[in-house]
């Protein structure tokens, strides 16, 4: 089981960046899929969740309007196409993979992270 983050960049504030979540190992499309960050000495936040099949997506106020997620269940990937970016947006960028299972126990997973560094 794996889920790999891929596209994280140095960029100048308003520049645009696009993350990359490639999963394998397990039945991508019966998870919820949810991108969270992490800045220096900051809890991690959720930014933006999309639903097994992307009809339905979260974002946080943060970044609504200048983040969009998005998800490709045939190529087992999900996106965050970062717009508009920020210094503040500056963090690791993790992907997180959620079901749950009949019994209600939940599956989740993690990727390693990618890190977002908006500077001028």
């Known amino acids: 089981v794996q889920l790999m983050e891929s596209g994280g960049d140095l960029v100048p504030p308003g520049g645009s960046l696009r993350l990359s979540c490639a999963a394998s190992?397990?039945?991508?499309?019966?998870?919820?899929v949810s991108w969270h960050r992490q800045a220096p000495g900051k809890e991690r936040e959720l930014v933006a969740s999309?639903?097994?099949?992307?009809?339905?997506?979260t974002y946080a106020d943060s970044v609504r309007g200048r983040f969009t997620i998005s998800r490709d269940n045939s190529k087992k990937t999900a996106y965050l196409q970062m717009d508009t970016l920020k210094f503040e947006d500056t963090a690791v960028y993790y992907c997180k993979a959620l079901s749950m299972s009949t019994d209600g126990t939940p599956q989740i997973y993690w990727g390693q992270g990618t890190q977002v560094t908006v500077s001028s």
């Open positions: 190992g397990f039945t991508f499309s019966q998870f919820a």
């Open positions: 999309t639903s097994r099949f992307g009809t339905s997506t």
